[in-house]
């Protein structure tokens, strides 16, 4: 059984600040259930055009914020959970989707400013968070030092590193040749679009 990282970085003037002050190449995290991405969470902008209105939501690639974008740089990291393990990040997404009204974005976060406060997130917390909180692993900091780009850290095989809207889970008819290539470890490997 497993779980999807996502890591993305779009064009909003949001996402080119936080590139520009900490030279990461990822801005923004989901956590996906299924290798397509169909039921993909995380915190984010309510609409579109308004990024200081954030909210707990479920994202797809071709929400219309992607979608204005003619490329979406991004990785997704496949990443192992025992079926216990799993039903704990399905239990703790129903939770936040469920009470979504509870929660709100914290905006001291994207500061680096923080606490463990369980009402208020940003997408990498979020994202930590519900890994922490199911077992799925540990990186050993408090969630609201993780940023999209720490998430690259987390136990799992990056499946998938390119633009985004060309993704396609795993090799089928209609997605582009894959290249295992190693990335940083043995561990890791990387497919990449030939």
């Known amino acids: 059984m497993n779980v999807y990282v996502v890591l993305s970085r ?3 003037v949001l996402s080119r600040a936080i590139r520009w002050a900490t030279g990461a190449e990822f801005t923004h995290a989901a956590l996906a259930l299924d290798p397509g991405l169909e039921h993909m969470f995380s915190f984010g902008r309510r609409r579109a055009g308004n990024p200081f209105v954030g909210c707990f939501k479920r994202e797809r690639l ?19 959970a025992t079926p216990r393990q799993r039903v704990a990040v399905e239990a703790s997404i129903a939770r936040f989707t469920v009470d979504s009204d509870a929660y709100s974005y914290n905006h001291a976060g994207l500061l680096g400013q923080g606490s463990e ?3 208020r997130f940003v997408c990498s917390e979020f994202v930590y968070h519900v890994l922490r909180d199911a077992g799925v692993c540990d ?23 390119g633009d985004l809207k060309g993704y396609r889970p795993g090799p089928t008819p209609h997605a582009p040749a894959m290249a295992t290539v190693p ?10 679009a030939a």
Not at 67 to 80: K, S
């Open 117 to 119: 406060d369980s009402t």
């Open 10 to 12: 779009s064009t909003t």
């Open 183 to 192: 990335l940083t470890s043995d561990r890791t490997r990387v497919r990449i």
């Open 139 to 161: 990186l050993g900091m408090p969630r609201w030092k993780v940023s999209p780009q720490t998430l690259l850290r987390v136990p799992g095989d990056v499946v998938f590193r």
């Open 62 to 80: 071709d929400d219309e914020l992607y979608r204005r974008m003619p490329v979406l740089p991004g990785a997704v990291i496949e990443v192992p």
